[in-house]
């Protein structure tokens, strides 16, 4: 357990890479600073179905959450556009045997939950990769506030939202989505 | 929600003072990054707890391990020695205070989890402030390997361990903690 | 006296928290950077108001300019939102008291320099003060310039200046206080 | 032309992986930097090998050298873990297609030169190769005089070099490789 | 050899100092990161001379574009207005003298090809000098991208443009000089 | 007055160079911490000084330490080794000229202070000598205690002091300076 934790520590310091090829300063995000907000977002999110009426199992979600990019302290946070390289299903099949090597000595669902998240089957699975792309957009927001710029593609992301959830639970993930691209708006038209 | 998912933003960037104060350089760890060490090191105890048969709300554990460090976006992140000036209970009660206006426009269990987690009354608040502690350790067992000096006091914590956990809980913390310190040995003894 | 110096080596990188909180990189001012800002701005208006004729005792200015931040060495460099928490009166007796023990095997005047400071009864305790809103200003003036946005709050102080001083010395200081003010404006009309 | 050079500006700031994963701050190195190491001490070998009477071609030496890794700007740069995931052939493959479309609007002799660096056919690509290696081990070096502990693993690298030269040159680059063996020896017994 | 390779691997992290001073991150650009941009851009510019059909040394391009900021392992990145103060000329003979001896136990061309490089003589030394301006302003326009202000006064070298080449050289450096500026003006007009 | 406030503003983030040509990360220590460190230290020689009988003006001890790197602003924190090449007598005119430029628009005693410095006729241009000196030294003791290393060079300085004070200071002086020796011989003992 020792050994998958001291691991684990490097996703503390590993700069998420989109911020750097974009000339945003290294120590910008961390890859375990964005796991944390993206457990953060989809706790609030959850709860929030939760109130609406949909059943969720939260922690399901959380665990998700927290796992979801255990992967990169071996195979690095590659950029988009290696992904265009590799392929999405080689870029897929890397992570899934990273990460298996990552929790082999550890006794516990997180394979199981690591292919229902690359699967994305589940509710829960689905809520996290939201709570992915939002926790993304919100950061953008929050550097595009204190004066980055050049970050527009990120924001093409949020044209084409595919959180693919139903009902309430889109209508919720939505409901985020439209304001944080408002606060992005207003943002623009004072700046 | 977007309001409070933009303020807690800033625990991704927001440096842990300890080692700022120790020499080591800017960047080491920010608050985000220590509460998914703190969360993913509390989910493999829990799921350890659990496997030697201990019942265990993991959804508790990872939502107190998500949320404990919240209040730091407004009231920074404190040394240790700040708190003999301030008193360990003015502490405590600004932080609660802190905590519960960052939350104050959702709906959710939060403050009662932070309530719980500062009484240390539940076996999650206990288990998930065992993590907090031994995530640091970790963390500077990882820094000591990348060469850092001058952290003995952290390893005074170690020495007097207080986890107040029972039977099973304890002894499986208590291993980790072991194994922690039998790394050091090795590494000081190589090194 | 080694230890003294030993300890105060740590404001040389101990991040002034409201730029980190604002997203803006760690390393963009330490405490010590400040305090040398605080120190030249301070001599250069004690200066001017010595050239009009006002009697300045400038040893105690820069005295004060130096340690007036020195107790952030051990309670850290708290963000003001810290202060709605804790309360200033608490603030104030916390990092007394802190300043006190830094400087506790020292001879010297430097308790009695300090609550100088903190009861800003003399002309020179107000000039620092003021010395240290106006830094502050300028350090926001050159971020700005340099493409940092997101720092209007900082710009609300100096709608209100309150430096409590009189005749000349109030006079000079709104003078740095408005050419401050006007390099902005017209930073934000050509940008 | 222009959009290349923008486009290559990127590695000026990408950290080489390697290092942050090792709990090294980030900035230590970036992939540039290390471009430039290359460059340069494939240019040194070159003229010693030279000197020595073996015929090389410098300009292919410090052309192969400087556009080696560009691709990185495309894909990142994978730490070693990667490759056992993504398996070395997949990996060329990415890169060596990411590295034609990035120069793909130039007119010059860039990819067959790449080519000729990754099957390392000629004596130019195989000397840039082992001014890849050196680069590293000298940067480990210096990082290891300057208190970084941590990296033995790469120093196995130099325990079974495969350089795959001959006469003069193979003993040139293993006399370069000798002597950086004995600074690090030497680093050792006096630390 | 080592001792040089060691040496020169200061370059790597050493910071070009115009970047700190206009108050933007430690970090934005090593000299070692901007050599190799001298070196991609010279070699980018000398591939269309030749395709152009004039005739350019490239080996001697690439070999001054990597070693002509070797001097600052000694003397270190003395900001524009240093040269104010010292003089041109004892600037130039300080920055001479330091690479003289930073190359002292080498053998090769370099004392050479850096005096070529100081006196401007040859074809390659002002493509040189014209790649080392031209990086510049890419790097300009590429920190301008990302929201960096304040670096107006970069592009008043690009005003007046003094590359002193002829007939096709000229024109293909004045080219990708005004493409440069048509993306500068582009970017400025849409944010 | 403002212009020079936002010119000083640039010793905030100016590295000091030695750190970084040693290897130890950008943002180690800014020009202006330093200069704080001065202040700082040698405000506490001075009250000791005092103390003993010694008589000194403290204004004039304060003012210089912390003008004496003004010059720095325009022509950067040179490394010792470019004295080796531009001559400390041109390194000295360089450095008043700038520092002259610097405070032209001020009234006030600043050049006569610096010229004082630079001649080191007085007590108190000594004692801030012996304070840059000595705050220097705890700056490295304070780094090997975080685990740096590559230092030694620096304490050949304490080898060979040369404060050329008299009487009761020098005696100060060099009981602080015997103290760090100490405190460092404890450290590698130790350690």
Redesign the interface.
């Known amino acids: 357990?020792?050994s998958?934790?001291?691991e684990?520590?490097?996703?503390?310091?590993?700069?998420r890479?989109g911020w750097?090829?974009?000339?945003?300063?290294?120590?910008?995000?961390?890859v375990?600073?964005?796991?944390?907000?993206v457990?953060?977002?989809a706790?609030?999110l959850a709860?929030?179905l939760i109130?609406s009426g949909v059943s969720v199992d939260?922690?399901k979600v959380?665990?998700i959450a927290?796992?979801h990019d255990w992967a990169e302290?071996?195979?690095?946070?590659?950029?988009r556009?290696?992904t265009?390289?590799?392929g999405s299903e080689?870029r897929k099949?890397?992570?899934t045997?990273?990460f298996a090597d990552v929790v082999s000595n550890?006794?516990?669902?997180y394979v199981d939950l690591y292919d229902d998240y690359e699967r994305r089957n589940s509710l829960e699975a689905k809520l996290v990769k939201a709570a992915d792309v939002?926790?993304l957009l919100?950061?953008v927001?929050?550097?595009e506030?204190?004066?980055?710029?050049?970050l527009d593609e990120f924001w093409e992301v949020a044209e084409q939202p595919d959180f693919n959830l139903d009902g309430n639970a889109e209508q919720i993930v939505q409901e985020?989505l439209q304001?944080?691209l408002k606060?992005r708006r207003e943002l623009h038209n004072h700046?």
């Open positions: 357990m020792l998958t934790l001291i684990l520590q490097r996703l503390k310091r590993l700069d890479t750097t090829l974009r000339g945003l300063p290294n120590g910008t995000e961390s375990a600073a964005h796991s944390f907000g457990g953060v977002t706790m609030l709860d929030k109130a939260v922690e959380l665990r927290l796992l302290c071996r195979v690095g946070d590659m950029p556009t290696a265009l390289y590799f080689a099949q890397a992570e045997a990273a550890l006794e516990g669902p939002l926790d919100v950061q927001l929050a550097l506030r204190a004066g980055a710029r050049g985020l304001s944080i606060a700046g």
